[in-house]
């Protein structure tokens, strides 16, 4: 039997130049690897960008993924981890019509249990934000939907390594060369 498929969360860090998402997302694309969620924002360096790329796949596979995205002409370091060797969250954004917070009082005690918060209210609609895990974000979901979402939008995944990586001085030796 062959090599479990399992999730790894793919952080990759480089500078930010036009066309690398293209070339990044190729890669995926060769080898037939959909994209689950990605992220990208700025990293502990400055000029140092930080993609974030979720995935199920063999370790084997995520080895090879990493291996190709790491040759990009850009990219400083690449690295792949399990769940287990991560912290992660996502935001959801829930838009609900306002009458509903007054006329199903069952909605108060969902936003109750979840943790979410209301972020604005007004008379036609309000917005809820829902910080924590997949399974979080979508039990909420999964108990508001029944009464009606007006829209509804989820984050990519963001993750810290649970264990210390030195990526500061890593990429710091990159920014002195």
């Given at each position: 039997m062959g090599e479990k498929k399992e999730y790894f969360t793919i952080s990759v860090y480089s500078e930010n130049n036009i066309g690398l998402?293209?070339?990044?997302?190729?890669?995926f694309?060769?080898?037939?690897?959909?994209?689950?969620?990605?992220?990208?924002?700025?990293?502990?360096?400055?000029?140092?960008?930080r993609f974030i790329i979720l995935?199920?796949?063999?370790?084997?596979?995520?080895?090879?993924?990493?291996g190709?995205?790491?040759?990009?002409?850009?990219?400083?370091?690449?690295?792949?981890?399990?769940?287990?060797?991560?912290?992660?969250?996502?935001?959801?954004?829930f838009k609900i019509a306002s009458d509903l917070l007054f006329e199903e009082p069952?909605?108060?005690?969902?936003?109750?249990?979840?943790?979410?918060?209301?972020?604005?209210?007004?008379?036609?609609?309000?917005v809820l934000s829902k910080t924590g895990t997949h399974m979080e974000t979508e039990?909420?979901?999964?108990?508001?939907?029944?009464?009606g979402l007006l829209q509804f939008v989820r984050s990519g995944r963001i993750a810290v390594t649970k264990e210390a990586m030195n990526i500061s001085?890593?990429?710091?030796?990159?920014?002195e060369e």
């Open positions: 998402l293209n070339r990044i997302s190729a890669i694309l060769k080898r037939h690897v959909n994209l689950l969620s990605m992220t990208a924002s700025k990293s502990e360096i400055d000029d140092v960008y995935v199920k796949v063999t370790e084997t596979q995520v080895k090879k993924i990493v190709q995205i790491e040759k990009q002409i850009e990219v400083i370091r690449a690295f792949y981890h399990t769940d287990s060797q991560t912290i992660y969250q996502e935001t959801a954004l069952h909605i108060q005690n969902i936003i109750k249990k979840s943790g979410a918060i209301i972020v604005t209210v007004n008379k036609k609609f309000f039990a909420l979901y999964d108990a508001l939907k029944p009464f001085e890593i990429l710091a030796n990159f920014k």
